[in-house]
């Protein structure tokens, strides 16, 4: 019972702090999206893009020329897709369309917005996380990108 009685004197002894609601959203910072879901996501959305370079650069330089490999397999089927009607547009939207979206998810992921009061004073705060799996996803879907891009101008340029 005394230390029932104790510990009800200490609890009547707390200060409370205060709380101004008028001071209390100061600080609003959110995330545009999920850091770890992004970066999931974004492993699915270069795997298809990645294993195709994989598959194109050993079909170049393995000098495995046998017809039932994976490389040749998968050289082929992309090469007839792009000379297959109305599905010709998947060649660039695998190697283009997914590997920028993969861009966009992770760097939304990783920027943080947030707005500051001080008084009359406004700020407006853009900050960046350093969250390693979004940032190699960024940079591995930016190479792709890059060499697709790469890819395209050598191919359609004409020596005559």
Same mark, same amino acid.
């Given at each position: ?22 001071? $209390? ?37 393995? $000098? ?47 920027? $943080? ?12 705060? +853009?900050? +960046? ?32």
């Amino acid at each position: 019972m005394k230390e029932k009685d104790e510990f009800l004197k200490k609890m009547e002894n707390l200060k409370v702090p205060e709380v101004n609601p008028q001071e $209390h959203p100061q600080l609003v910072k959110m995330a545009i999206m999920n850091a770890g879901r992004s970066a999931a996501l974004g492993v699915w959305l270069i795997v298809v893009p990645c294993y195709f370079l994989f598959c194109v650069f050993m079909y170049y330089f393995s $000098h495995i020329r046998v017809g039932t490999s994976w490389f040749a397999a998968m050289f082929t089927l992309m090469s007839s897709l792009d000379k297959t009607r109305y599905i010709d547009f998947l060649g660039p939207i695998i190697m283009v369309v997914l590997p920028i979206v993969c861009i966009i998810i992770n760097a939304l992921a990783i920027t $943080h917005v947030g707005l500051q009061k001080e008084g009359k004073v406004r700020q407006f705060n +853009i900050t +960046i996380k350093v969250r390693i799996w979004n940032i190699v996803l960024i940079l591995l879907s930016l190479v792709i990108v890059g060499i697709f891009i790469a890819y395209v101008m050598t191919e359609n340029i004409s020596v005559g």
